[in-house]
């Protein structure tokens, strides 16, 4: 099917709604995604979830809690594992990425063979709990990002309510 051109921005604003702009108008990609393993010998009874930030700020974060769960790294970022949920309740800062169910994005560097590798653990818990403890978690890249800790309004209502 053949368009002609657009003449007016309304015209253009038209066609972008309807996605006749060709190729140009298409959605890039998506990126591909990759489960964090997590040991089997750390039960995963919470769930799994990850929390992203890039690797220059995770030694900093991994300085201000008081016990670490597995930690990830994937030459880009430094994933934690966390609870499943625990982005809920929470503003987590822009630089971080939370991974629902564990999945990350592949890293875009390449290892030997031109492959992405699998993100390697380089923390393990000294206990069997393979979590860090989200809240601390938090205000821990809240303060290495310089942001101010934001907590939902519905989800202090209801633990209120839940008392």
């Keep these: 099917m053949n368009h002609p051109r657009p003449n007016t921005a309304r015209d253009l604003v038209s066609r972008l709604s309807r996605g006749l702009l060709g190729e140009r108008s298409r959605r890039p990609a998506p990126v591909p995604l990759r489960r964090l393993d997590v040991p089997s010998a750390l039960p995963l009874s919470l769930g799994c979830d990850a929390l992203g930030v890039s690797r220059h700020i995770g030694p900093r974060i991994l300085e201000a809690l008081p016990r670490v769960g597995c930690i990830f790294d994937d030459g880009e970022h430094w994933w934690w594992v966390v609870p499943s949920g625990s982005h809920q309740g929470v503003a987590w800062p822009p630089e971080a990425r939370y991974a629902v169910g564990g999945y990350v994005p592949e890293p875009r560097q ?10 390697r653990l380089i923390h393990w818990p000294v206990d069997t709990m393979p979590y860090t403890h989200p809240i601390l978690l938090y205000m821990a890249v809240c303060r290495a ?7 939902s309004e519905d989800w202090l209502g209801q633990q209120v309510h839940a008392r």
């Design 110 to 119: 390449q290892r030997a063979g031109g492959r992405p590798g699998a993100p």
């Design 145 to 151: 990002t310089g942001s101010s800790p934001t907590w």
